[in-house]
């Protein structure tokens, strides 16, 4: 099993009610995603909603392996949802592990 964390920050341009839309949207298109792709075991999109926080959104997903992992990153359907993200979005961090 492969997990696969990904956090971001809004742009700092984005307005409050920006932000939201824009946390809906990606939480909508990357769950999406997560339904479309072979190998995807869970996916889950988090949008902070406390203070205490550094990061606005958080992906938390798990594959079946590291090529589910790599599939899932180059799918048509992940590429379209990630190049939206990176439109709202900034300081991109990631962390996968194996189990």
């Not at 839309?21 to 999109?45: D, F, Q, R």
Request: glycine share 4%.
């Amino acid at each position: 099993m492969v997990n696969h964390y990904v956090f971001w920050n809004f742009n700092e341009s984005l307005t409050i009610e920006e932000r939201d839309e824009a946390g809906n949207k990606i939480k909508e298109l990357l769950e999406a995603v997560g339904k479309a792709v072979p190998g995807v075991v869970s996916l889950e999109v988090l949008i902070n909603q406390l203070e205490s926080s550094n990061r606005d959104v958080a992906l938390i997903s798990r594959f079946e392996s590291v090529e589910a992992l790599n599939a899932y990153q180059v799918h048509p359907e992940h590429v379209k949802a990630a190049s939206y993200v990176g439109t709202v979005t900034t300081n991109r961090t990631c962390f996968d592990f194996e189990e």
